[in-house]
T-cell receptor, first 112, second 113 residues
Framework: DGGITQSPKYLFRKEGQNVTLSCEQN?????MYWYRQDPGQGLRLIYY???????QKGDIAEGYSVSREKKESFPLTVTSAQKNPTAFYLC???????????FGSGTRLTVV | QKEVEQNSGPLSVPEGAIASLNCTYS??????FFWYRQYSGKSPELIMF????GDKEDGRFTAQLNKASQYVSLLIRDSQPSDSATYLC?????????????FGRGTQLTVWP
């Protein structure tokens, strides 16, 4: 079955530590996205990529980094520069047009 | 900044009633609009999309679009307790932001038996 897989489901980060969230899709979608969701805030775009080896900053990119070396993969690194990283992180992919986004199941990151 | 605004809710309706969810958007270049349902602790799932003015029906769901008023709505007929979730409205950006979706903050719906 085609889909988009995020791992891990839960992640705990210590102060000053970088962590990487995985996002893999086998839908053959060109575009991939990372969103952050906080209670009452809706979805805020961190980074997006419309093609391999290219990506753009979203609205809240500070303290995050990404890479897009393969079409299937779009990992997100939460760096120590991100001062308030506790949130629900959602990865999505899209083939464009009227199909919208397909979301992964999310990673819940907590700072300990 | 392209914005999507939703009626803040929360919205509470009895089982069997019609639930009405509303959304406005700021980008006149937006052509496609989406409604997602998100259960607590889960990821959003697409339930409707619309790109033409007027109504689009799918089972108990009807999406309505009025581009002149920059208004999108979702009606849920014969609401069920299983419809209790947060509903996210999204507009596809126009021009240079084509392909990118802008999301509202969501409206929390509770359907009570």
């Amino acid at each position: 079955d085609g889909g988009i897989t995020q791992s891990p489901k839960y992640l705990f980060r210590k102060e000053g530590q970088n962590v990487t969230l995985s996002c893999e899709q086998n839908l053959n979608h060109d575009a991939m996205y990372w969103y952050r969701q906080d209670p009452g805030q809706g979805l805020r775009l961190i980074y997006y990529s419309q093609i391999v080896n290219d990506f753009q900053k979203g609205d809240i990119a500070e303290g995050y980094s990404v890479s897009r070396e393969k079409k299937e993969s779009f990992p997100l690194t939460v760096t120590s520069a991100q001062k308030n990283p506790t949130a629900f992180y959602l990865c999505a992919s899209s083939r464009g047009g009227d199909y919208g986004y397909t979301f992964g199941s999310g990673t819940r990151l907590t700072v300990v | 900044q392209k914005e999507v605004e939703q009626n803040s809710g929360p919205l509470s309706v009895p089982e069997g009633a019609i639930a009405s969810l509303n959304c406005t958007y700021s980008d006149r270049g937006s052509q496609s609009f989406f409604w997602y349902r998100q259960y607590s602790g889960k990821s959003p799932e697409l339930i409707m999309f619309i790109y033409s003015n007027g109504d689009k029906e799918d089972g108990r769901f009807t999406a309505q679009l009025n581009k002149a008023s920059q208004y999108v709505s979702l009606l849920i007929r014969d609401s069920q307790p299983s419809d209790s979730a947060t509903y996210l409205c999204a507009a596809e950006g126009g021009g240079s932001t084509l392909g990118r979706l802008y999301f509202g903050r969501g409206t929390q719906l509770t359907v009570w038996p």
